[in-house]
């Protein structure tokens, strides 16, 4: 082709694309000239998807798609396709998107201003443009171009960007009229509820006073029949007549009905305290184990008369003492297992206590009291902890009651910063939870009681005539269990390490075994796995097994459970302890299952605050037996010089673990006969032992010597 004929078609081509950049500019124009329309279908959107659709009008009077489509942007930063034109290119959209993010342009476009060309995976061209304001990005606008290699003037694109813009403040202009119109119709939902809760309190307050004359009926009935009572069996009883068994039978009716009537008169005066906001807090230290059990037996031999098998579970990880009202706290738990046992015909009722939520004010304590009884309907727990009300309000109830007692248990958990709630379900049972918040108490804060040897804490009968395997290497501290146990007719076996102690198991066998753990030959817990092995061989039940140790740690109380042993107590031993075991265990109150007593931390040394020689400790321990002091002192002079001597010698050979087993037997030794300074320096010397390291321990044998000859001169002559 020559010259002369190139020259038309070039012409042509000239031609052409003047033409396509005019239809362009008309397209532009046209839309300026429709801007009018625009904005009015703008302006009467009342929906997102109303101002897509007009702006895709205005889009495609402006350029040609062959689909088109918004993408929402998402609080979580993606983006969702929100609308497209046509409807049916949803799935080709959603490709086409897909290709864009891997490829980057969707990124691209996002940090731009304007409009972002891309080539499709199928031949064609995509235009990516992202719908912001100057604050922030609300969308991106994408659309498929018909064709490969699609070009398009800049007027034309500004005029987009025009039309995107116009969209994003639009859409945020009908964002903020939405949530205009979500505040007015909150404050009419507020006014509506205002007026609801008007409503329902008056009804409250109307129901509240029918509730109030139905609880005059109920307490008028509740007093009046132990006081028929009472009153009938006196005039009974004053006209004569009967036999001694009937008037017994008469008398013990009598005063059922006064306590009865007594529990009414406390409920009433209880709760008039409560909303005079007369009733204060009386905190004192007290230890929380010892509490909860002796505040729980009576409740104990109630439940036990009735069939019911009462058990206290107390959490290890909770410290003790700690400082509180505990007389609140043992009427919340009266309460709510005295309810347990009236509504309660059989299984077991379990108290249970563990750390309860963080709290800044102090400790906080979880109490459940759960049951297998009648339970209760879900619709009479929402009302059971107001005043005057009652699951059953009928006038055929089974049982009685004035309805004050969960309000009260209310008042005082609230009182003492926690609260109290209730899960149950009909004839399953209920569990009641309650926290109150008490203050750690310090060790020495509480003053025991000091006990008759022969009368264990809470007030129970102590146990006698049991056969008693009695196990430690040191004579003191045998001696000193024995004299204990004297006067109420044990028959007790000795064993000086744990490998006779298991032959005497299997000579005969025993009611209980108080076991020392640090022995000779085998410990306690290797004597307590062979026992516990030689029951199963023999065909024996399980005997109680009792740990008496100096080991005072918990990881120390841990092994003991793991190893077999049934309860722990910490050296040194008082008397009402060791009773108290023994009655867990082997009497009355033995269907009560305790968790042991916690372990006590182990001091250091404090010579200027601890006694050198705590005579009334003793005395105690020897039943207030005065004249023995002398003899366990004796004892203790020839035991405690020949561990002295051992510990020297391993001080002198470099020996860890005799350091370590030594200064434990002085440990043990010391305590129970009131050598206070040497326990802490011995207890010192192990502890620093149990870690390796002896590099202390013969300056702490030395100062050990120093204070066994101030013990002596303490103690008097011999």
Known sequence: MNHQDAFPFFLQERIGYLEESNRRYVAILEMLASSGDFQADLANAREPSDIYRATFAQIRRLLTFDALGFLTNQEDGSFELSLCDPPEAHQRLLGELDHQIMAGSFAWALNRNQAVMSPTGTDQSVLLQVVSTQSRILGMLIGVLPGQGVTIEVPALNALSIVLYTCAYALESATLRQMLREHMTTLEQRVAERTSELEQARAHAVAAS?????????????????????????????????????????????????????IIINDILDLSKIEAGKLTLVPRPFRLRQGITDGLHPLAVRAEQKGLRLKIEIDTALPDPFEGDLLKVHQILINLVGNAIKFSEQGVITVSVRPGPASDKGTMLLFCVEDQGIGIPLEAQQRIFETFEQADT??????????????????????????????????????????VCLQPAAADAVTDTPASPSVPAGGLPPVTGLSILLVDDVDINRELVKAVLAS?????????????????????????????????????????????????????????????????????????????????????????????????HCGSAAHIETTPAPPQKTPTPSNSTTPVYARDELLERLGGAEALIPKFIGMFRSGVIKHLEGLEGAVTTGNVNDVRIHSHTIKGSCGNIGAMQMRETAAA??????????NGAPAGLELLKRQLQEFFEAAGPR
């Open 488 to 584: 109420d007719q044990h028959r007790i076996t000795e064993a000086v390490n744990g490998r006779a102690a298991l032959e005497a198991y299997r000579d005969a066998g025993f009611d209980v075994v108080l076991m020392d753990v640090q022995m000779p030959e085998m410990d306690g817990l290797q004597a307590t796995a062979a026992i516990r092995q030689l029951e199963g061989t023999m065909g024996r039940p399980r005997t109680p097994i009792i740990a008496m140790t100096a080991y005072a740690a918990r990881e120390d109380q841990d092994r003991c459970l793991a190893a077999g042993m049934d309860d722990y107590l910490s050296k040194p031993v008082k008397p009402a302890a060791i009773l108290a075991a023994l009655q867990r």
């Open 394 to 435: 009928t006038t055929t109830k089974r049982y009685g009651g004035t309805g004050l007692g969960l309000a009260i248990c209310q008042r005082l958990t609230e009182l003492m910063d926690g609260s109290i709630w209730l899960e149950s379900q009909p004839g399953t049972g209920s569990r009641f939870y309650f926290t």
């Open 685 to 694: 010397i192990e502890t620093a032992a149990k870690t390796g390291d002896i």
């Open 210 to 262: 029918q509730a109030k004359s139905a609880f005059l009926a109920n307490m008028s009935h509740e007093i009046r029949t132990p006081m028929n009572a009472i009153q009938g069996l006196t005039e009974l009883l004053l006209d004569g007549n009967f036999s001694p068994e009937q008037q017994h039978r008469h008398l013990l009716s009598i005063r059922d009905s006064t306590e009865n009537l007594m």
